[in-house]
């Protein structure tokens, strides 16, 4: 390995004059004086690291800096362009592809096949569900509709990851609290809370009916869940988390969203180890259109409803505050 | 039905059953819990896989009661058992391995969603590797993504929530065209089970109908999951990714995730395009050349890094390059050892990232190489163990990563017409390697007169060491009884078709 030559050494060579003259700050001839001092780096002074550090960086700003480096600002205005262009390549290309595919409407189509035939001729007998896209998401293809509310459920964890507050760092006492919360929470408004006070229990009301009869009217656990999350939402706004703390705190969260998935979990796993072994599952199906009927089909929705509910609640509080 | 047969179904079961659980434990139970999960599905799979290579069939496992067009179907077979099996190897050994670290860098009341987080993980990879439909693929991918973006930013500092930002944008880029593909297809032969999609894609192409839409489909899944797993043009998500999340999540992310894409585009290949369908479509080509531009560009960036950390991460751009090329051959052969690759990449690569940890910790923390000089000594264990995993890297007979490059080039003298570019790429690629695995290696063993830094002796770590230790049998094993597992490979590879 060959030594390193000390400053004073290197600032004799060639190529030092020749690096200082592609600078700009010298001629590139021999014994030529300094044409910018301001910009010439205190090469001789070697114990002042911090200043060469922070003559570095404001090179390196510079150069990154797009009013003084044409090249930059040049290649951002083709970069955005390419984009651009790009992206309209792209949609056309998929939109010219999708002249090739089959007519919507059409009864020869590929997907008018003896799949959804039997959804809907023996849909009502096989599941007990008079809405049979609630008997197909949740009977037919039951481990689909587990994993989706998984998602939900692993993005909720997520947003925790992110943005939930670590208390002891960030919130000292209790009068942080009191400021966090001014802050954060809505002024005292009656119209507002007017409004949520006849709105909410209708709300509340009208998700747990979407929930319950997901499987004989159009809705299920997906909608009724997001109906009952935003009535929650409403009364958050209207009332601030003080009252909402009283029912809804983190273990609140944690033990519904523990509690609806693990149903879930047990019931489809015994319901998919029955049918796999050929095993009678013993599950009553029950009279279609009654309430009670479709066998897990009304569990599984509840325990969807409540993952929904919990998710779209927790986004909000964390989004909104941080913390229950 | 045996009970055997119940395995796959039980073990995706479990790995999702421990995501609620471990969310309501404290973080110190919901540690063991996941790791008594991962070691209970490694063993029922490595009994599914004794039991499938008996028996010499594949089987298929319907979810409920309802036959698979109407309902939804699992499929195992040996190369599934084994994936399975292999990946929670992995998972269980990178857990244990950066569990110090993740005490030290993650907050403790956030300690028990990284559980979370793992067991979701290793639930949708199961499922990427046991699943028969291709909407069940696309949900557990969702997982998948979600799931990784946590494990990116749990560490929560700046750079590891810039990169776990990027790696979103990216990945829901592949996801919206993996989802877009799935649409078409599903369009064009109305069935989303892949048994059922491959005859009615056998039907078209004999027909010659839809021919256009068909090579979209083939495009979107294939540029989808290949910007999943970061191949060559799409790697710029990679680096941050690797190199600031905390040590677990780096080697699960670089070995394990990856991988179930991968694994998920040779399934869609074999049993939902079919092969000679797919290798007709000029899209193996796009593949096989990003794959060689991969094997060249990771390598050099690798090679310009002064951090150790993002050293190791640029050169998975340069392995996953190896794997693409490998499909993009286009021959059994090449695919056999694409698939050995993964194995042996998987295995290297997370214990290189756990065996640098141990080196930064007796340099300060720091990652630049200047500190890092002689930490071979400090830490006398990591030292070895990022040797071995170095020289695996680069190809030296006993270790596994010989393997997989002799029988890349075995593949391409099979191989006409390419075998020039495959044999000098790989040659380059070895010596670029080399270079910047060497040089590593050389910096962590001069030795410095009198360092600052503190000595750490084995028996300081013993988790740490173990698992070290496990990792380097792991890739010993590999190397040495390549025979047997090509042959498995080969033998799960038929089961497919």
Same mark, same amino acid.
């Given at each position: 390995?060959?030594?390193?030559?000390?400053?004073?050494?290197?600032?004799?060579?060639?190529?030092?004059?020749?690096?200082?003259?592609?600078?700009?700050?010298?001629?590139?001839?021999?014994?030529?004086?300094?044409?910018?001092?301001?910009?010439?780096?205190?090469?001789?002074?070697?114990?002042?690291?911090?200043?060469?550090?922070?003559?570095?960086?404001?090179?390196?700003?510079? /150069?990154?800096?797009?009013?003084?480096?044409?090249?930059?600002?040049?290649?951002?205005?083709?970069?955005? /362009?390419?984009?651009?262009?790009?992206?309209?390549?792209?949609?056309?290309?998929?939109?010219?592809?999708?002249?090739?595919?089959?007519?919507?409407?059409?009864?020869?189509?590929?997907?008018?096949?003896?799949?959804?035939?039997?959804?809907?001729?023996?849909?009502?007998?096989?599941?007990?569900?008079?809405?049979?896209?609630?008997?197909?998401?949740?009977?037919?293809?039951?481990?689909?509709?587990?994993?989706?509310?998984?998602?939900?459920?692993?993005?909720?964890?997520?947003?925790?990851?992110?943005?939930?507050?670590?208390?002891?760092?960030?919130?000292?006492?209790?009068?942080?609290?009191?400021?966090?919360?001014?802050?954060?929470?809505?002024?005292?408004?009656?119209?507002?809370?007017?409004?949520?006070?006849?709105?909410?229990?209708?709300?509340?009301?009208?998700?747990?009916?979407?929930?319950?009869?997901?499987?004989?009217?159009?809705?299920?656990?997906?909608?009724?869940?997001?109906?009952?999350?935003?009535?929650?939402?409403?009364?958050?706004?209207?009332?601030?988390?003080?009252?909402?703390?009283?029912?809804?705190?983190?273990?609140?969260?944690?033990?519904?969203?523990?509690?609806?998935?693990?149903?879930?979990?047990?019931?489809?796993?015994?319901?998919?180890?029955?049918?796999?072994?050929?095993?009678?599952?013993?599950?009553?199906?029950?009279?279609?259109?009654?309430?009670?009927?479709?066998?897990?089909?009304?569990?599984?929705?509840?325990? /969807?409803?409540?993952?929904?509910?919990?998710?779209?609640?927790?986004?909000?509080?964390?989004?909104?505050?941080?913390?229950? | 039905?045996?009970?055997?047969?119940?395995?796959?179904?039980?073990?995706?079961?479990?790995?999702?059953?421990?995501?609620?659980?471990?969310?309501?434990?404290?973080?110190?139970?919901?540690?063991?819990?996941?790791?008594?999960?991962?070691?209970?599905?490694?063993?029922?799979?490595?009994?599914?896989?004794?039991?499938?290579?008996?028996?010499?069939?594949?089987?298929?496992?319907?979810?409920?009661?309802?036959?698979?067009?109407?309902?939804?179907?699992?499929?195992?077979?040996?190369?599934?058992?084994?994936?399975?099996?292999?990946?929670?190897?992995?998972?269980?050994?990178?857990?244990?391995?950066?569990?110090?670290?993740?005490?030290?860098?993650?907050?403790?009341?956030?300690?028990?969603?990284?559980?979370?987080?793992?067991?979701?993980?290793?639930?949708?990879?199961?499922?990427?590797?046991?699943?028969?439909?291709?909407?069940?693929?696309?949900?557990?991918?969702?997982?998948?993504?979600?799931?990784?973006?946590?494990?990116?930013?749990?560490?929560?500092?700046?750079?590891?929530?810039?990169?776990?930002?990027?790696?979103?944008?990216?990945?829901?880029?592949?996801?919206?065209?993996?989802?877009?593909?799935?649409?078409?297809?599903?369009?064009?032969?109305?069935?989303?089970?892949?048994?059922?999609?491959?005859?009615?894609?056998?039907?078209?192409?004999?027909?010659?109908?839809?021919?256009?839409?068909?090579?979209?489909?083939?495009?979107?899944?294939?540029?989808?999951?290949?910007?999943?797993?970061?191949?060559?043009?799409?790697?710029?998500?990679?680096?941050?990714?690797?190199?600031?999340?905390?040590?677990?999540?780096?080697?699960?992310?670089?070995?394990?995730?990856?991988?179930?894409?991968?694994?998920?585009?040779?399934?869609?290949?074999?049993?939902?395009?079919?092969?000679?369908?797919?290798?007709?479509?000029?899209?193996?080509?796009?593949?096989?050349?990003?794959?060689?531009?991969?094997?060249?560009?990771?390598?050099?960036?690798?090679?310009?890094?002064?951090?150790?950390?993002?050293?190791?991460?640029?050169?998975?751009?340069?392995?996953?390059?190896?794997?693409?090329?490998?499909?993009?051959?286009?021959?059994?052969?090449?695919?056999?050892?694409?698939?050995?690759?993964?194995?042996?990449?998987?295995?290297?690569?997370?214990?290189?990232?756990?065996?640098?940890?141990?080196?930064?910790?007796?340099?300060?923390?720091?990652?630049?190489?200047?500190?890092?000089?002689?930490?071979?000594?400090?830490?006398?264990?990591?030292?070895?163990?990022?040797?071995?995993?170095?020289?695996?890297?680069?190809?030296?007979?006993?270790?596994?990563?010989?393997?997989?490059?002799?029988?890349?080039?075995?593949?391409?003298?099979?191989?006409?017409?390419?075998?020039?570019?495959?044999?000098?790429?790989?040659?380059?690629?070895?010596?670029?390697?080399?270079?910047?695995?060497?040089?590593?290696?050389?910096?962590?063993?001069?030795?410095?007169?009198?360092?600052?830094?503190?000595?750490?002796?084995?028996?300081?770590?013993?988790?740490?060491?173990?698992?070290?230790?496990?990792?380097?049998?792991?890739?010993?094993?590999?190397?040495?009884?390549?025979?047997?597992?090509?042959?498995?490979?080969?033998?799960?590879?038929?089961?497919?078709?």
């Amino acid at each position: 390995m060959s030594r390193r030559k000390t400053d004073e050494e290197y600032s004799k060579t060639r190529a030092y004059k020749f690096f200082r003259w592609l600078k700009g700050q010298t001629d590139y001839t021999p014994d030529e004086t300094v044409m910018d001092m301001d910009l010439m780096i205190p090469i001789s002074d070697a114990t002042d690291t911090v200043e060469r550090m922070k003559d570095r960086q404001l090179n390196i700003d510079s /150069v990154y800096d797009e009013n003084s480096n044409k090249m930059l600002r040049f290649f951002a205005v083709l970069y955005r /362009v390419v984009a651009v262009m790009f992206c309209i390549v792209l949609a056309a290309l998929l939109v010219y592809n999708v002249s090739y595919l089959p007519p919507v409407g059409d009864p020869d189509r590929p997907t008018s096949n003896e799949v959804p035939a039997r959804y809907i001729e023996k849909g009502i007998e096989e599941t007990g569900a008079v809405n049979i896209v609630t008997g197909m998401i949740l009977d037919y293809r039951a481990f689909d509709t587990f994993g989706e509310s998984n998602v939900l459920f692993v993005a909720t964890i997520t947003v925790l990851v992110l943005l939930r507050l670590n208390k002891k760092n960030e919130r000292n006492s209790e009068s942080d609290d009191a400021a966090d919360d001014h802050i954060y929470e809505p002024g005292d408004d009656l119209i507002l809370q007017t409004v949520a006070k006849f709105l909410v229990p209708i709300i509340m009301v009208f998700g747990i009916y979407v929930i319950l009869n997901g499987h004989l009217s159009p809705g299920g656990g997906f909608s009724g869940g997001a109906i009952i999350g935003a009535g929650l939402i409403l009364y958050l706004n209207a009332f601030g988390f003080e009252k909402t703390e009283r029912f809804f705190t983190e273990k609140t969260y944690k033990w519904i969203s523990f509690f609806a998935l693990t149903t879930y979990c047990l019931c489809k796993a015994y319901s998919f180890f029955c049918g796999a072994n050929h095993l009678d599952s013993h599950i009553p199906l029950g009279t279609p259109g009654a309430i009670l009927s479709s066998g897990l089909i009304l569990i599984l929705n509840i325990c /969807v409803g409540l993952v929904v509910a919990c998710t779209m609640y927790t986004f909000y509080v964390m989004f909104r505050k941080g913390d229950f | 039905m045996e009970m055997v047969r119940n395995i796959p179904f039980f073990s995706i079961m479990l790995a999702m059953f421990s995501g609620p659980v471990c969310s309501v434990l404290p973080g110190k139970v919901a540690r063991k819990v996941n790791a008594a999960v991962i070691t209970v599905v490694m063993i029922m799979s490595a009994v599914l896989l004794r039991y499938l290579v008996i028996n010499g069939e594949s089987f298929v496992y319907m979810m409920g009661h309802f036959p698979a067009p109407w309902g939804n179907e699992i499929r195992a077979g040996v190369l599934e058992a084994g994936m399975a099996m292999f990946f929670c190897i992995i998972m269980l050994l990178s857990v244990s391995g950066g569990i110090k670290k993740l005490y030290d860098e993650v907050v403790e009341s956030k300690h028990n969603l990284y559980y979370v987080l793992v067991g979701l993980m290793l639930s949708s990879l199961l499922a990427l590797v046991y699943t028969n439909d291709l909407f069940t693929a696309y949900v557990f991918v969702e997982i998948n993504t979600i799931s990784a973006c946590g494990l990116i930013m749990i560490r929560e500092n700046g750079r590891t929530i810039e990169a776990a930002v990027r790696y979103m944008i990216m990945s829901l880029i592949g996801s919206a065209m993996i989802l877009l593909g799935i649409c078409v297809l599903y369009d064009i032969t109305g069935h989303l089970l892949m048994s059922n999609i491959k005859e009615s894609v056998e039907v078209l192409v004999s027909g010659g109908r839809y021919p256009e839409p068909l090579l979209c489909v083939v495009a979107l899944m294939s540029v989808g999951l290949a910007i999943k797993c970061a191949l060559f043009p799409f790697h710029a998500w990679l680096p941050d990714a690797y190199g600031y999340s905390t040590v677990s999540s780096a080697a699960i992310l670089s070995s394990l995730v990856s991988k179930g894409y991968i694994f998920l585009l040779i399934k869609i290949i074999y049993r939902v395009i079919g092969f000679d369908i797919y290798r007709n479509s000029g899209v193996i080509d796009v593949l096989f050349i990003f794959g060689l531009a991969g094997m060249i560009f990771g390598s050099v960036s690798a090679i310009r890094e002064n951090d150790i950390r993002r050293m190791i991460a640029y050169s998975s751009v340069a392995q996953i390059g190896y794997i693409f090329m490998g499909i993009g051959m286009g021959t059994q052969f090449g695919m056999v050892a694409a698939i050995f690759h993964m194995l042996s990449h998987a295995s290297t690569k997370s214990l290189l990232f756990i065996s640098a940890i141990g080196l930064t910790d007796v340099s300060d923390g720091s990652r630049k190489f200047g500190p890092l000089t002689g930490s071979g000594y400090r830490n006398r264990i990591a030292g070895i163990a990022f040797a071995v995993g170095a020289l695996s890297m680069v190809g030296v007979p006993l270790f596994s990563g010989f393997i997989s490059k002799l029988l890349f080039a075995e593949a391409a003298v099979n191989l006409t017409g390419r075998m020039l570019p495959v044999l000098i790429v790989l040659g380059i690629s070895t010596i670029l390697n080399a270079i910047y695995f060497m040089k590593t290696v050389i910096r962590i063993y001069t030795p410095v007169d009198d360092s600052p830094y503190p000595h750490v002796h084995m028996r300081q770590v013993p988790l740490y060491a173990a698992v070290l230790v496990v990792f380097v049998i792991l890739n010993v094993t590999l190397g040495v009884m390549s025979d047997f597992i090509t042959g498995l490979i080969s033998t799960g590879l038929e089961m497919f078709s």
